[in-house]
Structure formats: C-alpha cells, structure tokens
C-alpha cells in the first residue's frame, strides 16, 4: 500500500494557492448563484404566468409566460456552463478537499445530477415547444423542471450544510472508512439551509422579475402588461419574505449553537460571555467597535430568549483557527438582516394598500423600491453567501480540514483567475445586454401590435411569423 | 462494487461520448460551413437539431464528473491536478460554447451573431480535443498516483494529442451521420449529399487517426496495445467493421441505421479502452477501480443514483428525442423561428423550414428510439459483464 501512503503525503500538503483559489471560488459562485436562483424559482413563476393565462383566458399572462420564457432559455444555458465551471472547479481548485472527502460529499452531488438532468430535458421541451404541443401539455412539461429546480437546490446545499457541520461518515488514519450516506445528505445545518436557499432563490427571482416591470412603471408605461409582470413576481417573493425571515432567525440561533465561532464573528462576540450587546454596522479592528451602534443586552436576548443567555466568543479557539476577516462577516450578515427587513416592509406596504383599497401603492417611493427589490435581494443573498463561507474559514470542512491543506498545489490560479474574472464579465454583459435588447424588441413588436386595432395579438403575430417563414 | 461503478462511469461516458459528442460535431460543422451565404443552410440545420436537447446532452458531463469524484476521489484528485491545463481549456470551451449558442440566437444583428457563432463554433472544437488529451494521457499512464503537479508533457505525448484529434474527428463523424438523418427526414436532399460527404470524409480520418494512434501505442507502450489487441481485440474490431459498415451505406444511399451504427463504433472505442486498463484505473500506478478512495456505501449509493437514472431520466430523454423526432420542437415562443433575423434579412426560401414532416418520415424517430435503446441496453449488459 506504497501508493496510500504517498496520498496521505499529499493530502496533507498546505497548498499556498488558496486564497487566490477562493477568490475564484468566489467569483464564480457568485457569478453562478445569481443564475442558479432564477434556474431554480423562474420556471414556477413562467408556469404560474402560464396556469393564469390558460385557467382564465389572460392573454397578458400568456404574453409574459411566452416572453419569459425566452429569457428563462438564456439564463439557463448560461447557468448551465456556469454550474458546469463550478463542477470542474471542485477538483481543478479543491483537490485535497475531493481526494479526501469526495466520496463523502459526492453522493448527494450525484443525486444532485438527476435532477439537473430532469431539469434540462424538461427545460428542453418545454422552452421549444411552446408553438406546437397544446396548451396544458405544455404546462405540465414545465412541471419537473419546477419540480427539480427545488430538490437540486436541496441537494447542493446538503453539501454546503455537510461542510458546515460535518458528520455521516468515520475516518482511521486518514482514510473514509464508512459513510452513512442519509447523515451526510441531512447534516444537522441542512434544516435550515436548504429552505434558506431556497427561499432566497424565489426571492431572488420574484423580485428581480417585479423589478424590472416597477422600472417600466416608474417611465411611464401604466400599463396592464406592465401591472401584471410585476404583480406575478412581486406577489410570490413578498409572500415569502417573512417565512424567510424566520428560517434566518431560526438559522442564526443554530449557528450559534452548530458553529459558534461563525456566529461570534457575525454578531462580534470576542469572548464567551454573558450580557452580550448587539452591533448594528461597525468595523472590529484590534479590539474596538467604530461606527457602530451597539444594542446591550439583545444578542443574548435573540440567541436565547434571555439576557444572561451565554454566547460562545472567537475566543474558544486558537487564533488560528478563527476567520481571517471578521468585519466583512459581520458587514454583510447585517446588509441581509437589513435588505431581508427592508423587502419586508415593502411587502407589508403592498398587501395594507392592497387590503384596504383593492390596489397598488401609489406613492412613486413604493415603485422605486421595488425596482431596486430584485438588486437587493441578489445583494442579500450574496451577503448570505459570504457569511457562511467567509465565517468557516479557516475551514473547508469545519474542523478537519482547512481551505489550505484542500486547495491546488498547482501554481497559476492567479492567471485562471485574471482570466475568468475578465470572461465572466464579458458574458455578465453580454447576458444583460441580450435581455435588454429582448426587451427592446417586445417593446417594438407591442407598438406593432397597436396597429392592429381588433383581433388577438398573439395569433396575429404567429401568422405574420409563419407567413414570413414560408 | 467498484467494478460495477467503473462500467456505470464507463456507460456515463460513452452516453456522454455519443449524445454530447455529436453536438460538439455539429459546431464543427458549422465552423467549417463558410461564409455567411453559403453556409445558411447547413448552420440551419444544425441549429435545429442541436437546440432543444443539448443542454439535456450536456449534463452527462457533469453526472461522469461526479460519479469519478464520488468513487474514484483519489484517481480524480490526480488527474485534475496533473492535467489541469488541457482540462481548464476544454472548460473554457464548454463555457464559450454553451454562451455562444444561446446568444446566437436571440441576437438579430448578423454581426453579433457571427461572433457568437464564432465563440460556439471554434470552442466546439477545442474542446473534444482537449478532452481526448486528457483521455490519451490517463491512458498511456501519464498521471501519476498523488500527482501534486500540473505536467505538461504528460497530455503532450503523441499518443495524447492523437487521441484529441480522434475525438475530434469522431465527434465530426457522429454530427454529420444523424444531420444525414436528419436532412433525409426533413426530405432536405441537398442537405443530406452535403453531410453524406463529410460523414465520409470524417469517417475516413476518424479511421486514419485511430490507426495512427494505435501505431504510435505499439511503440510508445506496448503493454497497453497488447491489452488493446488481447481481451479488448474485439470491441477493436467492432469498432472498425461499424466505421467501414456507415462508410458502406453512406456510400449506397440507405440511412436506415447508420446512426445506430456510428453511435455503436464510438462506444466499442470506450469500451475497448475500458476493458484494455481494466480493472486499473490509473494505468502504470496501483490505482484501481477498489482502491482509490471510495467506501462500499459510497459504490452502493451510487449504484442506486445510477438505477433512478435508469428509472427518472432514460424514460425523459426518451421523450425528449421523441418530440424533436417529430419536430414539435422549435419555432421559438414568440411564435418566431430562432433564426428569423437571418431569414428576413435574406429574404431566401428555407429547405429547411420548408413543410411539416410527412407521416411516411415518422420512423426516423423509432429508429433514433431504437439507437438509444440499443446504447442504453448496450450500456446495461456491459455493466454486468466485468462482474
């Protein structure tokens, strides 16, 4: 067994690539995860678009469910290069973390791929087969990429989770030597991070739909088209918005619990102790708070219900082993404490206008809210990301293995990484460019349709389409 | 166990091989379809045949690469780290590809659209040959067991870059065989000579370069040749009667089966590459199929993800190919054909669009359900064999 041992050697390597290694990481997740959540929560909006159009004869619904449609292709197939990068990556940048812990990690990745699979044959069928299967089929054909976006999304985050708070498998001498595979897809963090995700991926979605139909409302274009697109992705996303709230405040008490030193860097808790204040904002450097507001008493109070509630500090573990940056944790756990609280209150303002008057708020401070809604959630959720990332550190698999010992020994990460940077940008510009001119053109083809005072508009459209064809 | 999973990777493979192959064939084909005007109507017709399933394609990809991971996390470690520069420039290839295709087609101005065409075209054939360096150097035993090291010579072997070539030129052959097909079901006539012609001239060099490689092997590492023409002699031989069979019939006319045929060269390639190294999954290491790095409930969980994609996504794709069989797929949703912004601007008839497909044309679909029944049951005894 000459061969084990020469893998232990290497598994044990500290790799001095790794923080270029997660400066990619970071890029293209994050990259990655904006497209990820339209692929997850997207098509059940289009379908919902849809349901209304053929359940009540709306043929604005059918217009935006056709129209998004088109977008939901593009983002797709950008998110499935995109995912397809991450996959790589894994091993291209992690593979102390894969030749360790691969088989461990790498069931419910496995799971994870039946799903993409449903998802991408059903997205092929029923993004092109819009004109010619009838109109339920159709719907029911979008129903497992739906369906599947949910349960991928549930399967990726078990990894994620299993990072967090590792277990379902045991280790002698350095080697797996069984894994329970139910444990490691339910890790105990998973009850909370799988509905977290993915509740902020229909956030992500629901707003960023609505926003971009709150723009056009705020130029002008008072429009039903324009009332409806924004209602079918502000509505879902608002409803959501408090059961969000309350996974993340259940998610934060267990993260407090599961991974304290996490918790210690979000809520700036140096030593273990009681009586803990809160910071709202502040920046920790050597020891003091500055520009912070600090709330006595209340991060006890939220950890355990009770002032005395005791709350583990960084100050458990060596210096070593806490997260290099800690004011970038807490900074961005409270941007999305405070983006989440603020597309609250959003809805909030919406269903008391719309329960007590039958409409929407017209104020133009309700509209130019909730065209910033769709960037504020992306923001939130990319904050969320930063904190459960940034706060593992120096950990990729909390407790047993650093980021270090799991990155490439291979040099040049810094060039892959110049490299994707500039290529991502490229395609990030490209993709918003290709929906803005989508935009354009539908814009141009409704001013065509005026024209044409009686008869549907659609119908006319395809006929107009299929006697060009011919 | 481990046994069991190799030949589930080897199937993944081969899927992967002969369903995402033919896509990246098909942006060859269009890269090398000329100018503007005169290359309207083949891009055309790959366009149409591509769109709605390579996605679907694709993620074969993507369940290979975690079944390797998951049960080979050893193996996969070293290959990644020992070949990352071929395999980081096949994935950008995969992403240019992918960006390039989509954006194509929502793009309306010629000259946009020739870029992305172009960014979809060249990195559909960068890839597959990158691919197959990375293929050629695990096979010729270039990866060492705890590789800490990206190498460059390791992919840059003669049999390595063969190999890319071949899988380039394999990935031609499989693209051009189903456009035949697909030219023939739509009763597109020129379109079938023109791809009948590049079916043969690929199938010609796909041959050449495996003979070449097979060669170079005899000289370069002549353990593996002998384990090619030992046990794997016959999928060896396979796979040459199979590419001299689609020459024959590409030749007299019938495309009756010539898919199937094409699909079933390509895996007896895989499969004679698999069993030559059986069961050593790193060649000239003590890596095997057993021993690098996965536990038995890690094979069993596998094993059960591999049967639910037997269950889940065979029965999908079936339905998927079905569909785009009898063209119910396509035309856009704004009721718009994809490349309506070329049609207007030229202003020329289509073949291509030319008619609903007549119901004598049906069969081409059972015969494309067929192949993938015959690669899936093919996929499924083989996985029993090496037991």
Not at chain 1, 347 to 355: E, F, K, R
Request: glycine residues 12%; proline residues 5%; aromatic residues 10%.
């Amino acid at each position: 067994m000459h061969a084990n041992g020469m893998m232990l050697l290497a598994a044990a390597q500290e790799s001095t690539q790794d923080v270029p290694a997660r400066a990619q990481m970071a890029t293209t997740l994050g990259f990655h995860i904006i497209l990820a959540c339209f692929g997850i929560a997207f098509p059940s909006i289009v379908l919902l678009a849809e349901f209304i159009g053929l359940r009540r004869g709306n043929q604005t619904a059918m217009r935006l469910a056709r129209r998004w449609s088109q977008v939901m292709g593009v983002l797709v197939a950008v998110g499935a290069v995109t995912g397809t990068v991450l996959s790589f990556e894994m091993g291209l940048l992690w593979p102390g973390l894969m030749r360790q812990y691969g088989s461990v990690l790498g069931v419910p990745f496995g799971v994870e791929g039946l799903f993409f699979f449903l998802e991408a044959i059903f997205a092929g069928i029923y993004l092109w087969g819009w004109r010619r299967l009838p109109g339920w089929a159709h719907w029911w054909s979008g129903m497992p990429i739906a369906v599947s976006g949910i349960f991928g999304a549930i399967s990726v985050i078990a990894v994620n989770a299993w990072m967090n708070t590792p277990g379902g498998f045991t280790e002698k001498n350095g080697q797996i030597t069984s894994v329970d595979v139910w444990q490691v897809f339910f890790p105990r963090s998973a009850i909370y991070e799988m509905p977290h995700m993915v509740l902020a991926a229909y956030m992500v979605a629901g707003f960023g739909v609505a926003s971009v139909y709150a723009v056009g409302i705020l130029r002008g274009r008072r429009d039903r088209y324009h009332y409806t697109g924004f209602a079918l992705g502000f509505i879902p996303a608002a409803i959501l918005t408090p059961f969000q709230i309350f996974v993340g405040d259940t998610a934060a008490r267990a993260i407090a619990h599961d991974q304290p030193v996490k918790f210690a860097a979000m809520e700036y808790v140096p030593q273990t102790s009681r009586q803990v204040p809160e910071w709202l904002a502040g920046v920790y450097v050597n020891g003091h708070v500055y520009a912070g507001i600090k709330i006595p008493y209340l991060d006890s109070l939220l950890v355990g219900f009770g002032p005395g509630t005791k709350v583990i500090g960084w100050d458990s573990v060596s210096p070593a082993d806490r997260p290099p940056v800690v004011w970038l944790i807490h900074l961005s756990f409270d941007v999305m404490v405070g983006l989440g609280s603020l597309l609250l209150l959003v809805g909030l303002w919406a269903a008391w206008t719309g329960w007590r008057r039958r409409r929407w708020p017209r104020p133009l401070l309700f509209w130019a809210l909730g065209a910033v809604s769709g960037l504020a959630a992306i923001v939130a959720m990319e904050c969320g990301w930063v904190v459960t990332e940034e706060g593992r550190q120096p950990w990729v698999v909390y407790g047993l293995q650093t980021t270090a010992q799991a990155a490439t020994t291979n040099g040049g990460v810094l060039a892959s990484l110049g490299i994707v940077i500039v290529v991502y940008g490229v395609i990030g510009v490209a993709t918003i460019a290709i929906l803005l001119m989508l935009s354009r053109r539908w814009r141009r083809d409704d001013r065509d349709d005026d024209s044409v005072p009686y008869g549907p508009p659609s119908a006319v459209a395809d006929r107009a389409a299929s006697q060009v064809e011919s | 166990m481990g046994d069991a999973v190799g030949a589930i990777l080897l199937a993944g493979i081969t899927l992967y091989a002969v369903l995402g192959g033919a896509d990246f064939g098909g942006g060859l084909w269009d890269l090398l379809a000329g100018t503007t005007a005169r290359g309207r109507a083949p891009r055309e017709l790959i366009d149409e045949s591509i769109t709605p399933i390579w996605e679907g394609n694709h993620v074969w990809l993507i369940f290979d690469l975690v079944i390797f991971w998951t049960a080979f996390p050893h193996a996969f470690a070293s290959v990644m780290t020992a070949l990352a520069l071929p395999i980081w420039l096949a994935v950008g290839g995969i992403v240019l590809r992918g960006t390039g295709f989509a954006f194509r087609k929502e793009i309306t101005r010629l000259s946009l659209q020739r870029t992305a065409g172009a960014a979809f075209a060249l990195s559909s054939l960068l890839t597959p040959f990158f691919m197959g360096t990375v293929v050629g150097a695990i096979a010729t035993g270039a990866v060492p067991a705890d590789a800490s090291h990206a190498s460059l010579a390791a992919w840059t072997s003669p049999t390595a870059l063969l190999a890319g070539f071949v899988f380039v030129a394999a990935c031609g052959f499989l693209a051009a065989v189903y456009l035949v097909v697909e030219a023939g079901r739509r009763g597109d006539r020129p379109m079938r000579v023109y791809f009948t012609r590049r079916a043969q001239g690929a199938a010609v060099a796909a041959g050449a370069l495996s003979l070449a490689a097979l060669f170079e092997v005899q000289n370069s590492d002549p353990a593996f040749f002998n384990r090619l023409t030992g046990r794997a002699l016959p999928l060896v031989v396979l796979a040459g009667v199979c590419g001299l069979a689609d020459l024959a019939l590409l030749t007299a006319g019938p495309t009756k089966g010539i898919r199937a045929i094409a699909a079933l060269g390509v895996a007896a390639v895989i499969w004679g590459w698999g069993v030559a190294q059986y069961p050593v999954l790193l060649p000239r290491t003590a890596v095997t199929l057993t021993n690098a790095g996965a536990t038995q409930a890690t094979f069993v969980a596998l094993v059960v993800v591999a049967i639910a994609a037997v269950i889940l996504v065979v029965p999908s794709f079936a339905l998927l190919y079905a569909l785009q069989g009898r063209q119910m797929l396509g035309g856009g949703e704004q009721g718009t054909p994809p490349a309506a912004g070329s049609h207007r601007s030229t202003g020329l008839p289509s073949a291509a669009h030319a008619e609903p497909p007549a119901p004598s044309h049906r069969p081409g679909s059972a015969t494309r359900g067929v192949a993938l029944g015959l690669v899936a049951i093919a996929a499924i005894a083989r996985r029993r064999s090496p037991r």
